[in-house]
């Protein structure tokens, strides 16, 4: 029975990066970007787009890394289980679980503030999770900066454990 749930969630997976066209993010996960205003406003650090939007997923064994953006990015769930997503705040994590489940604390539909480090995971039991995340001013890669394990741990010291699970393979 696990080994059949198991090929349904692969399957529905597959499907939703192909009929979306995802593909991989330098944080982790997959994905594609939806939307991208037409319209430009001046940010304090330059020109940008005023608003921009991507699917996101995520699996299991898979993490967002952490990392920041000079924007608010705001996060809505869609599918598939729950997640955790993660912020460094005043020398601790802040632990905000999105999902379906609304009447037991779970978001639908949260906020990250610009420069905020963050990151995210599916949560145990999820088979993938299927989100959107919508930025303003817009996104730009120019804006974005992942984490380095080593400064993250000496500037939170007291999230050691999650600091280490979303730092996979960075310095």
């Given at each position: 029975m696990a080994d059949s749930q198991d090929n349904t969630n692969n399957n529905i997976i597959q499907q939703i990066k192909e009929k979306y066209s995802m593909l991989p993010h330098p944080e982790g996960g997959f994905f594609k970007e939806t939307y991208r205003s037409s319209d430009q406003i001046t940010a304090t650090y330059g020109e940008r787009t005023c608003s921009t939007a991507i699917y996101f997923l995520i699996t299991p064994g898979s993490v967002s890394r952490l990392h920041r953006i000079r924007a608010d990015e705001?996060?809505?769930?869609?599918?598939?289980?729950?997640?955790?997503?993660?912020?460094?705040?005043?020398?601790k994590a802040k632990c905000t679980t999105l999902g379906q489940d609304v009447l037991n604390g779970q978001l639908v539909q949260y906020t990250v503030r610009k420069g905020t480090w963050f990151g995210s995971f599916p949560n145990e039991g999820s088979a993938y999770s299927f989100v959107g995340c919508t930025v303003a001013p817009g996104f730009e890669f120019e804006d974005f900066e992942l984490g380095s394990r080593e400064k993250l741990l000496q500037e939170f010291p007291d999230a050691k454990d999650l600091v280490v699970k979303l730092t996979e393979g960075l310095p």
């Open positions: 705001v996060w809505h769930f869609y599918l598939g289980g729950p997640m955790t997503v993660v912020e460094l705040i005043d020398g």
